[in-house]
């Protein structure tokens, strides 16, 4: 053979060596990328579900966060709501003590006016049968007075009939002594136990005789 096809078969059977390396090392390297791409996958993996925990942790630290503040502002309503509650309460026995209080002064008031009402009622009652009285006591005094049983000398002095003149036995006084009676000051009539009156003057009155002239 000649020498450069010896050459030839020389270089392809390196080539071809040299091609079998370079295919075990290929695979070896396909191989050793699978593995890479295998842990990055693993590791993409681990680290999703590493952000997934942390997060769920966050999530659940969030959650009972919230709770708590839900369960606290619970608290502070019911505790709100307790002393409005209480508040409201007071005010209503407050309100409800007011309105006693005047109930109970309007009633004191009331009965107090109808106490007064009866007192005067019973007072002007006291005060008619006390003018009653008088009234009557009056009358029966000027009816004594004016009696004819009454008209009696006692120790010899004259007792008083009448604060007029009494018109008894009118027919026996003469025209004269009538037409006197207006301007005389004759207050006394001497009893008639005989006779007709006699008149009787007190002093300082005028004397019919001396007055027979002058004009009633």
């Known amino acids: 053979m000649k020498l450069w096809s010896k050459t030839l078969i020389a270089s392809a ?23 890479n791409a295998q842990q990055i996958k693993e590791a993409a993996s ?37 002393e409005a509650d209480k508040k409201a309460e007071a005010i209503a026995q407050q309100a409800q003590a007011q309105a006693d209080a005047v109930k109970q002064d309007a009633r004191q008031k009331s009965d107090q006016i109808v106490q007064e009402a009866g007192k005067i009622k019973d007072s002007a009652i006291v005060d008619a049968n006390n003018l009653a009285n008088d009234a009557a006591n ?19 002095r004259l007792q008083p009939a009448v604060i007029a003149l009494i018109i008894y036995r009118l ?24 006779g007709s009156p006699r008149l009787i003057f007190l002093p300082g009155s005028r004397d019919p005789a001396r007055c027979a002239d002058t004009p009633a």
């Open 46 to 82: 681990d680290k999703a579900e590493a952000i997934k925990d942390e997060a769920d942790k966050h999530i659940d630290a969030i959650k009972k966060q919230a709770a708590d503040e839900a369960n606290n502002l619970s608290s502070q309503a019911s505790s709100i709501k307790a």
């Open 13 to 35: 059977v390196c080539l071809i060596l040299a091609g079998c390396d370079d295919s075990s090392k290929v695979d070896a390297n396909l191989d050793k990328a699978k593995d």
């Open 171 to 194: 027919p026996a006084l003469s025209p004269h002594y009538l037409q006197l009676v207006g301007s005389l000051k004759i207050v006394w009539i001497q009893p008639v136990i005989r």
């Open 138 to 156: 009056k009358t029966k005094e000027i009816k004594e007075s004016i009696a004819p049983a009454k008209n009696r000398r006692r120790g010899g």
